[in-house]
C-alpha cells in the first residue's frame, strides 16, 4: 500500500479524520482536523479510500496521549486520543450538521453540551469470547477496530474498575471449562443504588474524572453458551462467582432465555437465589430494577442528568396526560409520574411493558402509570389517535428513530404542549425533525448534545418541539 502525506480537514461521525488526495476523499484512522499527518492507504473504494496514520507531522492542539494501552487495536474506543473537550465540541457541530443538512432545521436555543465522568463509566458491554490458542489461548474483550477478531484485552480504562479486574481472571475461568470452544460472549451489566451527581456543563467542571464505584455496586454477567455447562462447569461458576461478588446468569438462546443462576455470594437460583441489579434516580425518587439484557443506558451518570434535563423541559404538570413513547422499562415513564402527570408509557417489547408495570407498582406509581405494548414503527394516524390525546409527549427511539411516530403527531389536528425527542442517532432526530417541523409546523425549540459515550464517535442528543402559535 502507498504512503501520503495529507492535511486534515475535519471529522466524520466515525472519529476518521477526512482528507483529499488529488479530488478523491481520504478518511483517516487516528487523525485529527488541522493535522498534517503521514498515512499509509489500506483500502480503496471507487468514491474514497481509508487510510491509517503512520505518524504525525502537525500535531493538532487537541490531540492528547490515549489513556489505554490497547487504543488503536482495540475497537471499544475511538476518541480517545481527542481532548476531552475537543470530543465534546465535535459531537455538538455533528448535530448541527445534521439537523442543518438533513433535516434543514436550527433549533431557537442550543443548549449548553453535557459532559460527565470520562473513564469508568460503562456499565453495559458485551465481551466477546474466543479460544486462540496461536494467541496464548482464550481472549475475552471488544473486537479489534474494523475487525471481527477479539482484542487482546488486559485492562479497560472505560468500564468499571472492578470489571476491568475480571478480564484477565474471567480468560482463566473459560478456559477451565469443558465448554469453553461453546461460549461465545458475555455480557455485563452493572447497577448502582442510589444518588447521583448534579449536571455538569462543559467549561463548569471537569469531565476527565473517574466514575468511580458506588458501595452497593452490583455486577452481573450473563454468559452465552451454545451447549450445557457440565456439574463440574456450574460449580467452576459459582466459586467464581463467590470468589469475584459477582451474579451469574445463564444465557441458552435468545437475549429473553437469561436465567440467573447464582447471586454475588455463590448461592443459587434453585436455593432462592435473587438479584440485586437496579438503579435509583433519587432526585424523583424510584428505583428501577433490570435483568442483565433489559435496555439502560450504558452511563448511569449520565442517565441521572438526562432525565432530570429531559423533564426540565417536558415540565409535566399535574393531572396532565404524558405519553413516553419507547418507554422500555419506565426510564422516563416513573419520574414523569412522580411529578404528578398521568402518563401513558408505549413499547414494543411486550416482557419490557410488563416489568414497566411491575416497576411502577414497586414504586407506588401504578395509578399514574398505564403501560401499553405497540409497534411504534408500523403506527398509522388511526392507531395514534386510538391512544387519545397528550398535553405532552416524550420520544426515546432507538438508532432507527421515530419515523412513523413523527408523521402521526405531525398530521394530528391535536397538537400537544411540547414534544421532547431523546436521540442516540442524529441522522434520523434531523430526518424526523424535518417532518415535525415542516409538516407539522412545529418550532424547533432547544437542541443539544450530551456525551453519554466518551471516547467514542456515539452521539446522544435531546432535541424540544413546541406547537405552532
Given at each position: 500500500?502507498?504512503?501520503?502525506?495529507?492535511?486534515?480537514?475535519?471529522?466524520?461521525?466515525?472519529?476518521?479524520?477526512?482528507?483529499?488526495?488529488?479530488?478523491?476523499?481520504?478518511?483517516?484512522?487516528?487523525?485529527?482536523?488541522?493535522?498534517?499527518?503521514?498515512?499509509?492507504?489500506?483500502?480503496?473504494?471507487?468514491?474514497?479510500?481509508?487510510?491509517?496514520?503512520?505518524?504525525?507531522?502537525?500535531?493538532?492542539?487537541?490531540?492528547?496521549?490515549?489513556?489505554?494501552?490497547?487504543?488503536?487495536?482495540?475497537?471499544?474506543?475511538?476518541?480517545?486520543?481527542?481532548?476531552?473537550?475537543?470530543?465534546?465540541?465535535?459531537?455538538?457541530?455533528?448535530?448541527?450538521?445534521?439537523?442543518?443538512?438533513?433535516?434543514?432545521?436550527?433549533?431557537?436555543?442550543?443548549?449548553?453540551?453535557?459532559?460527565?465522568?470520562?473513564?469508568?463509566?460503562?456499565?453495559?458491554?458485551?465481551?466477546?469470547?474466543?479460544?486462540?490458542?496461536?494467541?496464548?489461548?482464550?481472549?475475552?474483550?471488544?473486537?479489534?477496530?474494523?475487525?471481527?477478531?477479539?482484542?487482546?484485552?488486559?485492562?479497560?480504562?472505560?468500564?468499571?474498575?472492578?470489571?476491568?479486574?475480571?478480564?484477565?481472571?474471567?480468560?482463566?475461568?473459560?478456559?477451565?471449562?469443558?465448554?469453553?470452544?461453546?461460549?461465545?460472549?458475555?455480557?455485563?451489566?452493572?447497577?448502582?443504588?442510589?444518588?447521583?451527581?448534579?449536571?455538569?456543563?462543559?467549561g463548569d467542571a471537569d469531565a476527565t474524572?473517574?466514575?468511580?464505584?458506588?458501595?452497593?455496586?452490583?455486577?452481573?454477567?450473563?454468559?452465552?453458551?451454545?451447549?450445557?455447562?457440565?456439574?463440574?462447569?456450574?460449580?467452576?461458576?459459582?466459586?467464581?462467582?463467590?470468589?469475584?461478588?459477582?451474579?451469574?446468569?445463564?444465557?441458552?438462546?435468545?437475549p429473553d432465555s437469561i436465567e440467573l443462576?447464582?447471586?454475588?455470594?455463590?448461592?443459587?437460583?434453585?436455593?432462592?437465589?435473587?438479584?440485586?441489579?437496579?438503579?435509583?434516580?433519587?432526585?424523583?425518587?424510584?428505583?428501577?430494577?433490570?435483568?442483565?439484557?433489559?435496555?439502560?443506558?450504558?452511563?448511569?451518570?449520565?442517565?441521572?442528568?438526562?432525565?432530570?434535563?429531559?423533564?426540565?423541559?417536558?415540565?409535566?404538570?399535574?393531572?396532565?396526560?404524558?405519553?413516553?413513547?419507547?418507554?422500555?422499562?419506565?426510564?422516563?415513564?416513573?419520574?414523569?409520574?412522580?411529578?404528578?402527570?398521568?402518563?401513558?408509557?408505549?413499547?414494543?417489547?411486550?416482557?419490557?411493558?410488563?416489568?414497566?408495570?411491575?416497576?411502577?407498582?414497586?414504586?407506588?406509581?401504578?395509578?399514574?402509570?398505564?403501560?401499553?405494548?405497540?409497534?411504534?414503527?408500523?403506527?398509522?394516524?388511526?392507531?395514534?389517535?386510538?391512544?387519545?390525546?397528550?398535553?405532552?409527549?416524550?420520544?426515546?427511539?432507538?438508532?432507527?428513530?421515530?419515523?412513523?411516530?413523527?408523521?402521526?403527531?405531525?398530521?394530528?389536528?391535536?397538537?400537544?404542549?411540547?414534544?421532547?425527542?431523546?436521540?442516540?442517532?442524529?441522522?434520523?432526530?434531523?430526518?424526523?425533525?424535518?417532518?415535525?417541523?415542516?409538516?407539522?409546523?412545529?418550532?424547533?425549540?432547544?437542541?443539544?448534545?450530551?456525551?453519554?459515550?466518551?471516547?467514542?464517535?456515539?452521539?446522544?442528543?435531546?432535541?424540544?418541539?413546541?406547537?405552532?402559535?
Open positions: 500500500m502507498s504512503e501520503l502525506q495529507l492535511d486534515v480537514e475535519s471529522l466524520d461521525l466515525e472519529a476518521n479524520g477526512v482528507a483529499r488526495h488529488e479530488g478523491k476523499v481520504v478518511f483517516v484512522r487516528g487523525a485529527l482536523p488541522g493535522e498534517r499527518v503521514a498515512a499509509e492507504i489500506v483500502r480503496r473504494k471507487p468514491k474514497f479510500d481509508v487510510a491509517q496514520t503512520v505518524a504525525v507531522l502537525r500535531e493538532s492542539s487537541a490531540r492528547v496521549p490515549p489513556r489505554c494501552p490497547h487504543f488503536g487495536v482495540c475497537g471499544g474506543c475511538s476518541m480517545q486520543h481527542v481532548d476531552a473537550g475537543a470530543q465534546m465540541a465535535i459531537k455538538q457541530r455533528a448535530l448541527e450538521d445534521q439537523l442543518r443538512h438533513i433535516g434543514k432545521v436550527a433549533p431557537q436555543t442550543w443548549l449548553a453540551p453535557i459532559s460527565g465522568p470520562a473513564w469508568r463509566y460503562r456499565h453495559r458491554a458485551r465481551l466477546s469470547v474466543r479460544d486462540v490458542p496461536k494467541k496464548g489461548g482464550v481472549l475475552v474483550g471488544f473486537h479489534e477496530r474494523a475487525s471481527s477478531y477479539v482484542a487482546d484485552m488486559r485492562e479497560c480504562h472505560v468500564l468499571p474498575a472492578r470489571v476491568s479486574g475480571l478480564l484477565l481472571p474471567l480468560r482463566a475461568l473459560v478456559e477451565s471449562l469443558g465448554i469453553r470452544r461453546r461460549v461465545p460472549q458475555i455480557e455485563v451489566a452493572v447497577g448502582e443504588g442510589g444518588g447521583g451527581g448534579g449536571e455538569i456543563v462543559q474524572d473517574d466514575a468511580g464505584a458506588r458501595g452497593d455496586e452490583c455486577i452481573a454477567l450473563v454468559l452465552r453458551v451454545l451447549d450445557a455447562p457440565s456439574a463440574d462447569d456450574l460449580d467452576r461458576l459459582r466459586r467464581f462467582s463467590a470468589a469475584q461478588r459477582i451474579e451469574w446468569w445463564l444465557q441458552p438462546k435468545g443462576f447464582c447471586d454475588a455470594g455463590g448461592r443459587l437460583a434453585s436455593e432462592g437465589a435473587r438479584s440485586s441489579l437496579g438503579y435509583a434516580l433519587a432526585e424523583f425518587g424510584v428505583r428501577m430494577p433490570f435483568r442483565p439484557t433489559d435496555f439502560t443506558q450504558v452511563n448511569a451518570r449520565m442517565n441521572e442528568v438526562l432525565v432530570r434535563r429531559a423533564l426540565r423541559w417536558l415540565d409535566p404538570q399535574p393531572g396532565e396526560r404524558v405519553a413516553d413513547l419507547f418507554c422500555g422499562l419506565g426510564n422516563f415513564s416513573l419520574p414523569i409520574a412522580a411529578r404528578g402527570a398521568k402518563v401513558v408509557g408505549v413499547e414494543g417489547n411486550r416482557a419490557l411493558v410488563e416489568r414497566a408495570a411491575r416497576n411502577a407498582a414497586l414504586n407506588g406509581l401504578e395509578e399514574r402509570c398505564e403501560f401499553r405494548a405497540a409497534d411504534l414503527f408500523a403506527i398509522d394516524d388511526d392507531r395514534w389517535r386510538a391512544l387519545g390525546r397528550f398535553d405532552r409527549v416524550l420520544v426515546d427511539p432507538p438508532r432507527e428513530g421515530a419515523l412513523e411516530v413523527a408523521k402521526a403527531i405531525a398530521a394530528d389536528a391535536h397538537r400537544p404542549a411540547r414534544i421532547v425527542y431523546v436521540s442516540c442517532n442524529p441522522a434520523t432526530l434531523a430526518r424526523d425533525a424535518a417532518i415535525l417541523v415542516h409538516q407539522g409546523g412545529f418550532v424547533l425549540r432547544a437542541a443539544g448534545a450530551l456525551n453519554m459515550f466518551p471516547h467514542t464517535s456515539h452521539v446522544e442528543s435531546m432535541a424540544v418541539f413546541d406547537p405552532p402559535r
